[in-house]
């Protein structure tokens, strides 16, 4: 699976729009991007995933740039319960799990 | 509609106890997968089952054993539970289509004294 790169930590005001960035340089073409989050103590949650197009839910919006080497989860109104550690991963198809690095912990402020 | 259940929720064991996690799915997934998380780690794969009647190590399944017991249900024993076992474990599913995404339960917090 493609390594990926993202900051430790983020802020972003209440109400605004939240943008986490995710480098994944060495992606491999049949390898998809996927979003989870994790809120204090529970467990992960899905966010979103694509593979080349842009993606949007009712969560959040999945931009990912033509050479497929980063992308962008973007939060559209920040609330406070948004406050999580933020994981980008990169997999491509089989069962065998994903790889979850350290993630962005991002603080919605009030 | 339960999701992805996991008992206990809590435990407390001694060094050289045995336990078993149990973990639930009523979504009808194949594939299960048992994760541990330590303070600011991100989650390691021990275990996962592709489908029923099968299981595979993950990254750190040593000191772990599994049991698919059926569609429903991962079971993940520690046989002499250690204190670097002391962790946070989630139990995931995921249906059978190729890049289907994971879903999590809560955890179960173990400590090993």
């Known amino acids: 699976d493609a390594k990926t790169t993202q900051p430790p930590s983020m802020d972003c005001a209440e109400g605004r729009a939240a943008n986490l960035p995710c480098n994944h340089s060495?992606?491999?073409?049949?390898?998809?991007v996927y979003w989870y989050r994790q809120i204090h103590s529970q467990g992960p949650q899905y966010i979103i995933h694509?593979?080349?197009n842009n993606e949007t839910n009712e969560m959040a919006s999945l931009i990912i740039t033509e050479d497929r080497k980063s992308s962008t989860l973007i939060l559209p109104h920040a609330t406070l319960r948004d406050t999580a550690v933020y994981y980008c991963?990169?997999?491509?198809?089989?069962?065998?799990?994903?790889?979850f690095g350290k993630g962005t912990h991002l603080i919605i402020q009030p | 509609n339960a999701g992805v259940t996991q008992t206990p929720k809590f435990q407390v064991l001694k060094t050289g106890q045995s336990m078993t996690l149990q973990c639930a799915q009523d979504?009808?997934?194949?594939?299960m997968y048992w994760y541990r998380q330590d303070p600011g780690m991100g989650l390691r794969l021990i275990y996962y089952s592709a489908s029923e009647g099968t299981t595979d190590k993950g990254e750190v399944p040593n000191g772990y054993n599994v049991s698919r017991l059926n569609k429903r249900e991962f079971s993940l024993r520690l046989e002499s539970a250690a204190p670097s076992q002391t962790s946070v474990y989630f139990c995931?599913?995921?249906?059978?289509?190729?890049?289907?995404?994971?879903?999590f339960g809560n955890g179960t917090r173990l400590t090993v004294t």
């Open positions: 979504m009808n997934h194949n594939s």
């Open positions: 995931a599913t995921r249906s059978a289509g190729v890049n289907s995404p994971l879903h």
């Open positions: 060495t992606i491999s073409g049949n390898e998809y």
């Open positions: 694509g593979l080349k």
């Open positions: 991963i990169v997999r491509g198809g089989g069962a065998d799990g994903l790889t």
